[in-house]
């Protein structure tokens, strides 16, 4: 049970929740203070390495959780084996299909992740209590399905210097949101081959292209993965 710890700021509300940088700009920010207490005795904040599997495709949902902080990614895999890249979550995203029975991807951490598990019966148990919270759940399933048609025309009409620029730019846009700094840097959550099927291209194409953005300054990039942007404008120019 989580401990609770009265002060001038947040007088009911828990004490991992107080320092949860993902708590106001996610769901939890619709929730009251005795709401998030009521959750946080049937919540668990657990890490997870680069590379684990977090659920399988058809395999039962029992669980959400709030990704606090990397990047985790949805995959498909057809029957002959090979695997595409559907969607990335970021924090303060929630993680998983409000009830629905299975999952319908494959969710693997994509980076170091920090997480917050919910059981299933709880989250959805509170959703159906709060309107505020089943409110916030939609906006955001309605941002990812307005990300993914951006995300078609993306895969469908762009060139591959395009395709190879929006794919940064989501990126810096999500790892680090509030676009006010003049210099964003990140590490790339993807190993090529992933953004390669992310993109619908070759890997060798997607170096190309990573290269070009490196001799026209638009990037700078160090050890192979991690990213200077320094104009988070010229990059998004370089989206069309």
């Known amino acids: 049970m989580q401990t609770v710890r009265k002060d ?5 509300v828990p004490v991992l929740c107080q320092s949860c940088e993902a708590r106001h700009q996610g769901i939890c920010g619709a929730l009251s203070a005795e709401q998030l207490v009521t959750l946080s005795k049937q919540s668990r904040r657990v890490h997870r390495s680069e590379g684990e599997e977090l659920l399988g495709d058809a395999m039962p949902i029992t669980g959400y959780a709030n990704v606090l902080r990397g990047v985790v990614k949805l995959t498909k895999v057809l029957e002959d084996g090979r695997q595409q890249v559907v969607g990335l979550q970021f924090a303060p995203d929630l993680l998983g299909r409000p009830f629905a029975q299975e999952s319908r991807v494959s969710v ?6 920090d997480l917050c598990m919910i059981p299933k019966p709880a989250l959805e148990a509170m959703m159906r209590d709060s309107g505020a919270l089943e409110h916030r759940v939609m906006m955001q399933a309605l941002r990812e399905l307005d ?7 993306t895969l469908g009409r762009k060139t591959a210097g395009e395709k ?4 940064l730019y ?3 846009t999500h790892i680090d949101p509030s676009e006010d700094e003049a210099i964003t840097t990140f590490d790339l959550p993807l190993s090529r081959a992933d953004i390669a099927d992310f993109l619908g291209l070759t890997i060798e194409t997607v170096s190309r292209q990573i290269s070009k953005l ?27």
Do not use: P
Not at 108 to 113: H, K, P, R
Not at 164 to 167: E, G, H, I, P, T
């Open 147 to 153: 990300e993914a048609r951006d995300w078609m025309v």
């Open 214 to 240: 490196k001799a026209d300054k638009v990037i700078e990039i160090a050890n192979y993965r991690h990213v200077t942007v320094r104009d988070l404008a010229q990059l998004r120019l370089r989206c069309g």
């Open 108 to 113: 693997e951490t994509a980076s170091d992740v």
């Open 164 to 167: 190879v620029a929006s794919f």
């Open 170 to 172: 989501l990126i810096a």
């Open 8 to 12: 001038i700021h947040n007088s009911e």
